[in-house]
């Protein structure tokens, strides 16, 4: 629990994440921040743990101090530990702190940016990848503060050799906070003799049981790691029983001797090794310990005779396996385990982790399988079906614990956790066989939903169980052995009339342990987990906590407030009987709307070139632009444009000198494309890479060989900047250093969980790279993640179309056009229906066999296409193409002499906007994008914009070229290439 406040202080250097040319530090924990605290920082703590048998809930309010003069969104990460549950969350607003309410994950974001741009104070709490949570709140004012709380709960364990429970702070941080206050109540235990093993503590018995107080300024929040309060262990043998609703759950907790049953040795040992960048954060030490003490144990195996060497190979692996870097060698005494020490203490951690691209069929059947990784597998699918027995080993704290004991569990290999094991334990846990719980025997009727379910391993000798008791008293047989052996019967009398009295939520624990076990197979549970989730206020990784500022929010968005404002909102909703209107709709059905984006477009692609310009008495040009009345009718709108007289071409006011001189030369770039004979095919020149950073300066100065040395010297400055990655990367894979590149490409999907910009950042950068099943698999991502954004699955469709997946790409792309999108998305349904359009061209598909509409899927070829997008929502880039006649085709001339279109101007959200021209005249055209401003309060800059350029668009010789591009400041212009006609 070392990283849980360490990274809520540090994450929001997050919202500077894409600078360049600075230090920064990543959002991930445990990387001491440089300058974080000159914007936001923690002052005061506040900390209440309350025990019962040995449940602890432990809530933690935080004050947040802005220190800078801008208003900012706060956006941090905490990991919890296996077995903690976050149950609770809570936000100051108007100066009293709200109860969060848990909300579809989808919803909830949806809710939480609507909001933010009208400036009110939303906050929310959603789980990343594996027990991993971030936490988002707006604003932050300019020098004001934030209350943060939040709640988790978790099953203490018992200590057998001294019968006492110990609960142990978190390791927060190594910030000095301003105040410190810790109270803890330790409920019914009278008799118990506690203490706290700090000095300067105060302790007391109550008539409810005990209580400790520490309270300290100027402190050191490392130093609550050190404090420890323990007290005598309760028989928890008998069933603690609480009434919720209807129902009465119940919760048993015992110790039990698991005995031991060896497993059969072997000789031949495969370590698959993570060496991803959030796997540094493992105990590395304390792995390889295990590792050696193991083979050492396996070398002294035996019936009365010691194995005389153990062959080992140890593969590391991070975005994909590094089998250049394996070591295999044959182990008979401490050289050689010295050998394995060095070896591993040598390893580079950087990169993602894709353990599904590892072929486990390579490795020989003879062999055991050792996997050390925190289980934070981000690049590529896990893997349905495993085909080798896989021990699992983790330690540190931000894990995926579910993933790896659902792993260990379906190869039939063993999981281990050191964090919770000593060595010795550790080994005993691997070499033999686990306890499971056999079988539950009761009558039907009396008891149902008995959780863990059988097959369940029975960790540490501690076994608990919950349930829902139907009747008012029954019995309950426990069985528990190994494989299919019982070796212990455990009797349980559950009453409704003798359970111990109990604040300790049963159905809350009942809920989380359903809800752990049915995540084993989560997508076919996934509506019952998200309805436990709700009832019993627990967080999954479909939900979320969410707070919102008033009343008439919870209203509008449909959510159902907490207690303190549900009076009044079932009023509202009863005298106004308003309803929640879905963000998005998956209907299933083409729109009227998008029948009338398209007549605008054929209206256009029909016209000739001389419509589009037309003078009037007063000097004045009218430029055809087609939009849509109150009833869905197309007309045409007037849009009025000063025009020099006798002018052969327009630049727009606000041209720079520069823009000029590249519109003159366009000019004469017309002219030598005249002389070019028969020479017709186009030529497109996109804007090569400059790589003028420092850290790339220094690098064009290092021998190839030694150039990832450096890098890995040089990222421990960047570690936190996604520009940093991709910069280094395109150098990387320049100098033809491609699986190097593609590593440090990878780190993209490390930092930051889930942040939906940088992973778009990824996703585009391996398209331009034409690593297709990479990009697909991050597009898939960015759909789940952001399922309300139309670009991320125009993103998968083309990614899948270029991956050879034509027939899905289609089917993907066509739900763009048969969903209701928030209008901020309108008329992206016409640049997907124009992709599908090329894809059906090329691939031949009938249409009748589609099932596609004749009219709207009509094939309308253009000379020239391009389509500008970016990665960042709530920004506003324009896309510029200068015709060779020197007229700019903008958001102020979306129709231009020479018949060019450009789309609609997308101000927020992350476009696309779309340039097409049906027969392009002879000449340069110049691509530009204008980055006019954002009112993004997360990322700073810069923003990275994908550029995809096609000539002979929808023809049989249509050609594509994309660029990713890094836009560095607001107001500035960009050029992305040129196109020769």
């Not at 019914?188 to 107080?213: D, I, M, P, Q, V």
């Not at 609703?245 to 060896?262: A, H, M, Q, R």
């Not at 596609?852 to 309308?860: P, S, V």
Request: aromatic content about 10%.
């Amino acid at each position: 629990m070392k990283k849980f406040l360490l990274s809520v202080l540090f994450g929001f250097t997050a919202l500077l994440c894409f600078g360049q040319e600075r230090r920064f530090i990543p959002s991930r924990p445990l990387i001491k921040a440089v300058d974080a605290k000159d914007s936001i920082k923690l002052t005061d703590v506040e900390i209440q743990v309350d025990i019962e048998g040995n449940i602890a809930t432990t809530s933690c309010t935080m004050l947040f101090t802005n220190t800078t003069n801008k208003t900012l969104e706060g956006e941090f990460e905490f990991p919890l530990l296996e077995g903690q549950v976050l149950t609770g969350y809570a936000l100051d607003i108007n100066g009293k702190m709200r109860e969060g309410v848990v909300v579809e994950k989808d919803k909830a974001r949806v809710v939480l940016e609507d909001i933010e741009r009208r400036n009110v104070d939303p906050g929310l709490v959603e789980m990343t990848q594996g027990n991993n949570f971030k936490t988002r709140i707006y604003p932050f004012t300019a020098k004001g503060t934030r209350r943060v709380k939040i709640v988790y709960q978790e099953i203490l364990q018992k200590d057998k050799k001294t019968n006492q429970v110990t609960y142990k702070m978190n390791n927060l941080c190594d910030e000095i906070v301003d105040n410190v206050t810790m109270d803890v109540r330790c409920y019914y235990r009278e008799k118990t003799e506690t203490k706290f093993n700090g000095k300067g503590k105060n302790s007391r018995n109550t008539k409810k049981g005990l209580t400790a107080h520490l309270s300290e300024s100027k402190y050191s929040m490392s130093k609550l790691a050190e404090e420890e309060f323990t007290f005598d262990a309760e028989d928890t043998s008998k069933a603690y029983v609480e009434s919720y609703g209807v129902d009465s759950y119940f919760y048993f907790t015992k110790e039990v001797n698991s005995g031991i049953y060896p497993k059969g040795r072997t000789d031949d040992i495969t370590v698959l090794f993570d060496v991803s960048a959030s796997a540094k954060n493992r105990d590395i030490e304390k792995e390889i310990e295990f590792l050696k003490a193991y083979i050492k144990d396996i070398l002294q195996s035996g019936k009365g005779k010691r194995k005389t060497a153990v062959t080992v190979s140890i593969y590391p692996f991070a975005d994909r396996l590094l089998e250049k870097d394996a070591l295999k060698i044959r182990v008979n005494g401490e050289e050689e385990l010295k050998k394995i020490e060095e070896y591993i203490k040598a390893l580079d951690f950087d990169g993602a982790s894709g353990f599904s691209k590892i072929d486990l069929g390579k490795f020989t059947s003879k062999t055991e399988i050792l996997l050390f990784s925190d289980g934070l597998f981000n690049y590529g699918e896990e893997k349905d079906q495993i085909n080798k027995v896989i021990n699992v080993i983790t330690s540190g704290t931000s894990n995926d614990y579910n993933y790896l004991k659902k792993l260990a569990r379906d190869s039939l290999g063993s999981y281990i956790n050191l964090s919770k094991y000593s060595v010795k334990d550790a080994l005993k846990a691997l070499e033999n066989e686990q306890l499971k719980i056999i079988r539950y025997e009761y009558a039907k009727g009396d008891i149902k939903d008995v959780y863990p379910l059988p097959g369940s391993v029975v960790e540490e000798g501690s076994l608990t169980v919950t349930g829902i008791l139907e009747e008012k008293e029954a019995p309950l047989k426990i069985c528990l052995g190994y494989g299919n052996k019982v070796v212990h019967e455990l009797y349980v009398t559950l009453s409704v009339f003798d359970a111990p009295q109990s604040e300790m939520n049963i159905p809350r624990i009942w809920g989380a342990k359903a809800i752990d076990e049915l995540s084993s197979d989560y997508d076919k549970n996934r509506e019952e987990i998200i309805s436990l989730s709700k009832e019993f206020k627990i967080v999954t990784k479909e939900t979320s906590f969410l707070v919102l500022e008033s009343v008439h929010d919870y209203v509008r968005y449909g959510i159902v407030p907490p207690e303190e404002l549900l009076e009044e909102y079932n009023k509202i909703v009863s005298n106004n009987n308003n309803g929640f209107k879905p963000v998005r709709d998956e209907g299933g059905k083409i729109s009227v709307k998008v029948y009338d984006y398209y007549k605008a477009y054929k209206k256009w692609y029909d016209a000739k070139p001389g419509e589009f310009k037309k003078k009037n008495d007063k000097g004045r040009r009218t430029l055809m632009t087609g939009s849509e009345d109150a009833d869905g009718e197309v007309y045409l709108e007037e849009s009025e444009v000063m025009v020099a007289p006798n002018a052969t071409r327009v630049v727009e006011r606000y041209a720079s000198e520069a823009e000029m001189d590249s519109t003159s030369n366009s000019v004469m770039a017309k002219q030598a494309g005249g002389a070019r004979g028969q020479d017709n095919t186009p030529k497109v020149s996109l804007k090569a890479w400059d790589g003028k950073s420092s850290y790339v300066a220094i690098l064009k100065k290092t021998r190839t060989k030694d150039m990832y040395k450096k890098y890995l010297e040089l990222r421990a400055d960047y570690e936190g900047s996604p520009s940093f990655y991709m910069e280094v990367a395109d150098y990387f894979k320049k100098c033809k250093l491609y699986e190097e590149a593609q590593r440090i490409l990878s780190n993209l999907a490390e930092i930051n969980l889930e942040n939906t910009d940088v992973l778009r950042a990824l996703g585009n950068k391996l398209y331009e790279w034409e690593d297709y099943e990479d990009a697909v698999y991050i597009y898939s991502k960015l759909v789940k993640l952001k399922p309300e954004a139309p670009l991320f699955l125009r993103d998968k469709g083309l990614a899948l179309d270029k991956a050879g997946k034509s027939r899905e790409a289609l089917d993907t792309l066509y739900k763009i056009l048969t969903t209701e999108w928030d209008s901020r998305y309108a008329e992206i349904e016409l640049v997907a229906l124009n992709d599908m359009k090329s894809i059906i061209q090329r691939e031949g598909y009938s249409l009748k066999e589609l099932g596609y509409d004749k009219e709207l899927f009509e094939n309308l070829p253009v000379d020239i296409r391009i389509v500008l997008t970016w990665n960042t929502d709530d920004c506003d880039i324009d896309l510029w193409v200068t015709d060779p006649d020197g007229e700019k085709c903008s958001y102020q001339n979306k129709y231009t002499e020479n018949g060019a279109r450009l789309s609609r101007d997308f101000t927020r959200g992350y476009g696309p906007e779309e340039f097409c021209i049906k027969k392009a005249v002879k000449g340069e055209y110049i691509i530009q994008a204008d980055y006019y401003g954002t009112s993004s309060q997360k990322i700073l800059q810069p923003v990275i914009v994908q550029a995809e350029v096609y000539t002979n668009f929808g023809k049989p010789n249509e050609t594509k070229q994309v660029l990713t591009l890094q836009l560095d400041t607001v107001k500035g212009n960009y050029k992305v290439g040129t196109i020769t006609f």
